[in-house]
Each structure stands twice: as C-alpha cells, then as structure tokens.
C-alpha cells in the first residue's frame, strides 16, 4: 500500500512539473505578449509608410528581435507591417528612438526607424531630390 501511494505521489509530483513548464513556455502565445520592443510615436502629420497613407495620430511601432518586418499599429488597432529592407550602424548603442522622414513635396516618407539597443532598419527609400526630416525623443 505504502509503495503505490509513494508512486501515485511521484507520477502527481511530475506532471505538476511538466504542466508548469507547459504554461511558462505556452504564456508568451496564448497573452500576445512578446518580446518585442515598443516605441510609442505621436504624429502631428500625416506620413506615408510602407506605401500606405497614416494620418494624425499615436502609433506604437514594434521590433521582434530577428524578424524581417516592424508592426506599425494605430491606437485604433489598425497594423501594418513594414518590412525591413536593411539594418542600418548605430553611431552609439544609447542612441535615443527616432523616426527619419524623406520630405518629397508636401509628402513625408517613413524611410529610418531607430530603435534604442536595435541599430536602425532603413524601411522606404525615396529616389530624386528629397530632405530628410528627423523626429527625435520618441517614447
């Protein structure tokens, strides 16, 4: 009696420890948590990115670690992903978050987005005459 009682223990002990793990490993999916890094940014214009026009709003633009794309989403819920064309040298690893605009007329282009410990990612590039525009102090 004594011996069964210690194995049901055992096999009770073991599963409690392998449905831990399963949450600690399955939790990131099942929340939408990541480990992605947020930058917020307010536009006071409206931009182009990823060929889509954005207007005057909040947006919070996202990074995962190795991936080929950055999220753009509204505060409305409404994302697109902007895919990274090239990584660009940061000049130092606090560098602080920015966006770069390429000004073509009345016309901002999203064309840099810096994030801080993540370089830069070079995400549109404008052919022909053009000024660059820098929003600096993102959140």
Known sequence: ?????????????????VLLVS????SPFV??????????????????????????GTYKILYEPKSKYITLRAASGAATQLTIITRLASETPTDRARLVFDIVGNERRLSEIWIPGEDGFLVGSTKGEHTHEIQKDLQ
């Open 1 to 17: 009696m004594k011996k069964s009682l210690t194995l049901c223990s055992l096999v009770k002990a073991k599963t409690n420890i």
């Open 23 to 26: 949450v600690l490993i399955l």
């Open 31 to 56: 929340y939408g948590q990541s480990s992605a890094r947020p930058v917020n940014y307010s536009a006071q214009v409206k931009f182009i990115a990823g060929g889509k026009s954005f207007p005057v």
